[in-house]
């Protein structure tokens, strides 16, 4: 049993994790038409995951008998100055999510909704798992850089990185 408030918090979710999703794969073209391969590919495959993350929201409405209803979706941003500008959003933009995913988390202790604290603590963990991973590829891109061949050897190895790890 899901109180008003637990069940619109966890329809806005499935919001941002579309959101996510959309910015990840609308940054993949970003990297695509500028030759970027590698990171392309790395946010493609991203973007897919922050989908998987979506359903599973979706389907927690579902199992426990509610509706999940999809929020309008923000247009993500298209433009970008350069990768290393792509990567510092993409870390902010799982700050950011983390943020939801711990307010929701506060919001199922402070509900005693022990099954929805349980749900959640995947996400938490996939959150930490997910920082770290876009903190490592910010890390990268600072020792890397992005000048001339920096930028070709730095696409060839986030293009090595495991989307999901
Ligand atoms: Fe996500
Ligand atoms: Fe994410």
Redesign the pocket.
Known sequence: MLTKNMLDKLNEQIGY?FE?SNLYLQMSAWCKAKGLEGSAGFLRK?AE??LS?MFKFFDYLEETGNLPVIPALAKPKADYENLRNVFEETLA??KF?TGKINGLAELALAEKNWATFQFLQWFTA??HE?EALFNRVLDLVKMIGTDGRGLFLLDKEIGKLKADK
Do not use: G, V
């Open positions: 994790e996510s991203h995951e922050e993350h933009h799982e999510i996939e959150q997910e």
